[in-house]
């Protein structure tokens, strides 16, 4: 089954705003000891970037081109992560990615949710 699954990816014109989610099956957090939950993006010709990581107590950091526009959260019951993406532009046009990292780095990867951005 897909551990990891991305949403509310979409098409939305420049200065607007999307949330996306990843959901992980059940006690998928706790059973596979996931420390850091972050989103990453990759771009057609581009490499694959960090967008923003949350730990798993709450703390937040973000790559500083989407600092101040987006803020990542989780809700570690839930087994629900979100990407709230404000303010956005065309060089936010990606497939998403929701990654998730065990105390011994071991990394756990969604589909992807593509997200489209038109001036």
């Known amino acids: 089954q897909v551990q990891l699954v991305e949403s509310g990816g979409g098409l939305v014109q420049a200065g607007g705003s999307l949330e996306l989610s990843c959901a992980a099956s059940g006690s998928f957090f706790s059973i596979n000891r996931i420390n850091v939950i972050g989103w990453y993006r990759q771009a057609p010709g581009k490499q694959r970037e960090w967008v923003a990581d949350v730990d798993g107590s709450g703390t937040t950091t973000y790559a500083e081109s989407v600092k101040g526009r987006f803020i990542i959260s989780r809700d570690n019951a839930k087994n629900l992560v979100y990407l709230q993406m404000n303010s956005l532009n065309v060089e936010d046009t990606a497939v998403y990615y929701c990654?998730?990292?065990?105390?011994?780095?071991?990394?756990?990867w969604g589909q992807g949710t593509q997200v489209t951005v038109s001036s």
């Open positions: 990654n998730a990292r065990t105390w011994a780095s071991t990394n756990y």
